[in-house]
Every structure is written in C-alpha cells, then in structure tokens.
C-alpha cells in the first residue's frame, strides 16, 4: 500500500520530518548525476555493504568498525529506483510529522537514526557474508510505524482498494493496518530463510522491516511517545 498524504495539523511543524525526506530526495539527484561506476563506488562506501561490515568487526580495528558502522547512518538517505524512494518518502510524509510531534524533534531524529540503524543490524545479522550494499529508509521508517500503532492505535487510515475497475475505500484502523504489514513483513522475512535471505537476492530486506518496527515499538515510549497531550492524528490516507 501507498500513501498519499495526511490531513492532519500539528501543533509543531514537523521540521525534521521534512528535512529527512528534501535529504533523501537530493541524496538520490545527486546519485542520478553519476556513472554507472561512480555509482557503484558510492554505494560500495555508503551503503551497508554486511561482509564489509563484519570484516570491520572481525578486525578488531577501531578506526574500521568506526568507519563501517557509520554506514548503518548514510544508508539510510540511499535507495535503488524512483518506486524504492518515493514509496519510503510518502509513509514517512504521512506517518513521521505525528511521531515528531509527539517526541519532539531533537527526540525525533534520534529516534528515526536509531531505528534505522539497528534495523540494519537485523538484516545483517542473517546476510553476514552478502556483498550486496543494502540502502533505503524502510528501517527508520518501520520504526515510526512501530511507534505510530502504539500511539494511534485507533486513528483512522483511508485505503483505497481497488475491486476489478472498480475502486472503493475503507477506514480501517492503525492497529489493523500496520498490524498487518508487520505481519506481512516477518512471514516474507521466515520465507526468505527458506533459501537464502533477501538481500543476497539482491531483494527487499524483510528483516530490517520487521526489526525497525519492533526498535520503534520499544525505544518509542522511552523517548516519551505518551507524554505529550496533543491532540491526535487527523485520517491518513492510503491506497493499495
């Protein structure tokens, strides 16, 4: 499913909320403008690349595992097509202004790097060995809907479904919702152990979906998602 946009006012502007996505979106300018070989060189350096990664943790060297690790941040703001960015950006864009809000940007942030940073570690830990850079937000981002079902587990979202040519909608419940595409994101995740897992596939990372909603779950109440008294979200909408 896809969103659209949110109706929702909030008392602050979500500024780190829109900061995110005008970085993501230059980051991806930016790597349209280079050769397929410059390409692959930025991904190979700010990409999780996990045999790069656990090489650096196997060295024992600071200044390595320094480095690489600072790829579980920088691939974060990289993605692989048009469809990868703009679906990531449009979830953060409904989604992220209501956990900015409730956090506070400075929380915010923190939260969103957090997130998107142990989810990487979680398709990692099952992909050691892969070459396969892996980049994209959907991490950070499955920690703000993680965050999201615990905040408004009764906020209303708008989905279009289409029947054949025909097109009708329901209001169903954040909890049913994202519920679900938790759901859906473990069960691809089990799946892929079948064989192999998605990113020596070169595919979606279900691991880093499912791990970044469940960081988003937790360190969201740690950073002070329910002390705020703010009024909720307007009705998102969404269509699949």
Aim: hydrophobic share 50%.
């Amino acid at each position: 499913m896809v969103p659209l946009h949110d109706n929702n006012p909030t008392k602050i502007k979500p500024w780190v909320n829109y900061g995110l996505i005008a970085i993501n979106i230059l980051v991806f300018i930016y790597a349209l403008t280079l050769s397929p070989e410059q390409l692959q060189g930025f991904f190979q350096t700010f990409a999780i690349v996990p045999s790069q990664l656990t090489a650096s943790f196997q060295s024992g060297n600071v200044a390595a595992i320094a480095g690489q690790s600072l790829t579980l941040i920088t691939s974060q703001f990289l993605h692989g097509g048009f469809l990868h960015l703009g679906g990531n950006m449009l979830f953060l864009w409904v989604f992220g202004n209501n956990i900015e809000e409730k956090l506070g940007r400075v929380s915010f942030l923190f939260f969103y790097l957090t997130c998107g940073a142990l989810a990487g570690l979680a398709q990692w830990a099952l992909s050691m060995q892969s070459d396969i850079p892996m980049v994209g937000a959907s991490g950070a981002i499955a920690g703000v809907l993680g965050a999201y079902i615990l905040r408004f587990p009764k906020a209303r979202i708008l989905t279009l479904i289409p029947l054949g040519i025909f097109i009708t909608t329901f209001r169903i419940p954040a909890i049913f919702f994202l519920g679900f595409w938790f759901f859906q994101q473990t069960l691809y995740g089990f799946a892929s152990l079948q064989a192999t897992t998605s990113i020596d596939s070169g595919g979606v990372a279900y691991w880093a979906h499912a791990g970044g909603f469940v960081v988003g779950l937790v360190l969201a109440p740690v950073l002070g998602l329910f002390r705020s008294s703010s009024p909720g979200p307007g009705r998102g909408r969404l269509r699949s």
